[in-house]
């Protein structure tokens, strides 16, 4: 039975891994057309950026080609006369890159040509004091001689990671960094400093839910120090996090953990009740890891009980995914062969280095005696994939003769293309889960006109405790619309997250000069930009401060309405384009609402007389339901604007968001 159920999930994740693959092919089909509309290099860029995120798992040759493309747009653009803000772009991008190429030579283990591009990327970053780039460095570099045994030089690093994130006080990177030192000290069985470190870790990490992993750690510190009982606690509770969260892989590992600590113990009936309860939950997940040791396990206890039947169950499961993982990691060889041979003859081709021929030579030649079985195996289904392609193609080149049905795949493609734009921009707005964290008493009203939307929102809480948040109306809507909302997203991680702005006015002045230069608006007649209001709530010190594009802020607080105005003027080209954007701070008490929106749904046409909603009714309508709970307010915000618009088309894509302080 087992045996079944791991055979049947091997061909369920086969498949989806086809999908995944096919569905990949079709998403950068349609990120091609995005980046050769762009005229400006920084947008290039992050183009190109958000390409790499897309295939750098599935191929790993156009990510490094990528990140080639993008160091050398920054090299191009750093030899000019920038603005500090572009320099400092440009930098951060190149250094970004640099460190991506250190990942693509470490995956396929050029660990020697992976630290040589950590370190440049060190280099830019330690120019620019971009701390959390060089952590990242630095850490990475920690990982290779890590996994190299160099454990002496993993601590160095690791220790270096540890100094930066406590001069900048972010304390889930800090726990992060004292995890990994305490990984260190284990391998070096140095159990001392690694419970040191460990429960430093674990002081810290509880509050961002990291307790678990530090608790593995500590587990394991126990179990080698043969103190049974505190280990088995360790893991007991990490079993009840990942019993609520749930976490079936992280069940699976706990309970062969458990497993293994009672067979120590010479309890036999709990060690086998817990390695079948981790075969069990790794089968739910269609894992192979760990489920042979597991088996192992299992049939060497059961063959020291003396039940045969049982012994010789697990025997037969434990060489049958023992054959299975032989066979996985045989296709991850092949695969890793291909990696380095098309890069091989990417570079040979390129002229670069007479030592890369050399390299070259050296890997086809070692390639051919060990690995020629596999590579003759792998030509074969290649060539059964290309001869079931060429049947499909002609298959498909008979049905598109028919008019009607070549119709129906273009719409098909535009649909999908549609789609595909519909997941990157969901991808790029705030999550639900990180908003309800950040802004837990709240709620967002989102209702495009069409599949994707010209309108978005955005939440962050920085360091310091301050959060921001707001709703952007883009130019146009549908796909135009969508472009715009991801450049608007782009620019506010860019200027709160990355440049750390906390002036709301300082943010907007920032925008709007850089949706100017992005979108050459000084030369040419475009108006395209957003209208946007954007708040930034100080909790412990009760104030709010608000900037508005157009767009104003509501806030209801003792029965009294207070409407803010936002400015008169775009985040875009504007007749008076020095005019700079003010803030407004306003104090706010417990209990308060504030409302922030685009205009979608004042400017909806509905109601008895077909005529606007507009901004008098809404700030009643918001005031009659303020006092009541988040949840119903959203419920009664949907029904409104559904009820008004009624049988009428949606004239424009709808967001209101609803905070209570």
């Known amino acids: 039975m087992q045996k079944a159920l791991l055979f049947k999930n091997l061909l369920i994740a086969l498949f989806c891994c086809n999908y995944v693959f096919a569905f990949n092919a079709e998403k950068v089909d349609s990120l091609k057309l995005v980046l050769n509309s762009s005229v400006d290099d920084s947008l290039k860029i992050n183009a190109l950026n958000y390409w790499d995120e897309l295939i750098y798992e599935s191929n790993p040759i156009l990510s490094y080609q990528i990140n080639c493309d993008v160091t050398d747009l920054c090299r191009k653009n750093l030899t000019l006369n920038l603005s500090d803000h572009s320099f400092s772009f440009y930098q951060r991008k190149l250094a970004e890159s640099l460190n991506n190429i250190g990942i693509f030579y470490a995956d396929i283990a050029n660990y020697r040509k992976a630290i040589e591009f950590y370190k440049k990327a060190v280099v830019v970053n330690k120019k620019n004091k971009f701390e959390f780039g060089l952590a990242k460095n630095y850490n990475n570099i920690a ?21 930066i994130f406590e001069e900048i006080q972010d304390n889930y990177s800090i726990s992060m960094a004292l995890k990994n030192i305490g990984a260190v000290y284990i391998k070096m069985e140095d159990y001392t400093m690694a419970s040191k470190y460990c429960n430093r870790s674990l002081a810290i990490s509880k509050e961002y839910g990291l307790g678990p992993l530090v608790l593995e750690d500590i587990g394991f510190i126990y179990f080698k120090q043969g103190n049974y009982s505190e280990a088995i606690n360790a893991y007991e509770t990490i079993y009840d996090y990942f019993l609520k969260e749930p976490n079936t892989i992280g069940l699976s590992f706990v309970l062969e953990k458990m497993g293994i600590l009672f067979r120590e113990k010479g309890d036999l009936k709990k060690a086998i009740k817990y390695y079948k ?24 206890i059961y063959k020291g009980l003396g039940d045969v039947s049982n012994a010789l169950k697990y025997h037969e499961l434990f060489l049958y995914v023992k054959d299975s993982l032989s066979a996985m990691n045989a296709k991850e060889d092949v695969f890793r062969f291909d990696v380095e041979q098309e890069y091989a003859l990417k570079k040979q081709a390129d002229s670069l280095h007479f030592e890369n021929e050399m390299t070259l030579q050296k890997t086809k030649s070692k390639a051919k005696s060990e690995k020629s079985k596999i590579v003759r195996n792998y030509l074969i289904g290649v060539l059964l994939l290309i001869l079931s392609s060429l049947i499909l193609l002609f298959v498909h080149y008979r049905k598109t003769r028919n008019q009607k049905e070549v119709i129906e795949t273009k ?41 994707v939307s010209g309108d978005f929102y955005w939440v962050h809480k920085n360091n310091k405790g301050e959060i921001f948040f707001t709703v952007a109306d883009c130019t146009g809507h549908g796909v135009p619309g969508a472009f715009m909302s991801m450049i608007g997203t782009s620019l506010l991680n860019e200027n709160i997250i990355e440049n750390r702005q906390d002036d709301t006015a300082e943010i907007l002045n920032n925008m709007k000069k850089q949706i100017i230069k992005a979108l050459k608006q000084d030369v040419n007649d475009s108006k395209d930009g957003m209208d946007l209001a954007l708040c930034k709530f100080h909790p412990k010190k009760g104030l709010v401060q608000f900037s508005g594009a157009y767009n104003p802020l509501i806030h209801v607080s003792n029965e009294k309405v207070n409407y803010i105005k936002g400015d008169k003027q775009p985040i875009a080209y504007y007749a008076q384009k020095d005019a700079s954007f003010t803030s407004n701070t306003i104090k706010v008490q417990k209990g308060d609402m504030l409302y922030i929106f685009s205009d979608g749904f004042i400017d909806q046409f509905g ?17 009659s339901i303020s006092k009541m709970s988040i949840k119903e307010q959203e419920h009664l915000v949907k029904n409104e604007f559904s009820n008004w618009k009624g049988e009428n088309e949606q004239l424009d894509d709808v967001c209101v968001m609803g905070v209570r302080v």
């Open 143 to 163: 990982w290779i001689y890590y996994n190299q045994l160099n454990y002496t030089k993993a601590l160095n690093y690791y220790t270096k990671v540890l100094k």
């Open 607 to 623: 109601g008895e007389k077909g005529k606007k909603y507009m901004t008098g009714k809404f700030k009643k309508f918001l005031f």
């Open 277 to 300: 309860r981790a075969i069990h939950y790794k089968n739910e997940v269609n894992s192979f890891d760990g489920a042979d040791r597991c088996a192992k396990n299992l049939f060497e």
């Open 411 to 451: 719409q098909k493609e535009i649909s999908d293309s549609i789609s595909y734009a519909k997941r990157i921009q969901d991808a790029l707005m705030t999550s639900s889960l990180y908003l309800k964290e950040v802004l837990p008493d709240s709620f967002i009203f989102f209702k495009p006109k069409d599949v």
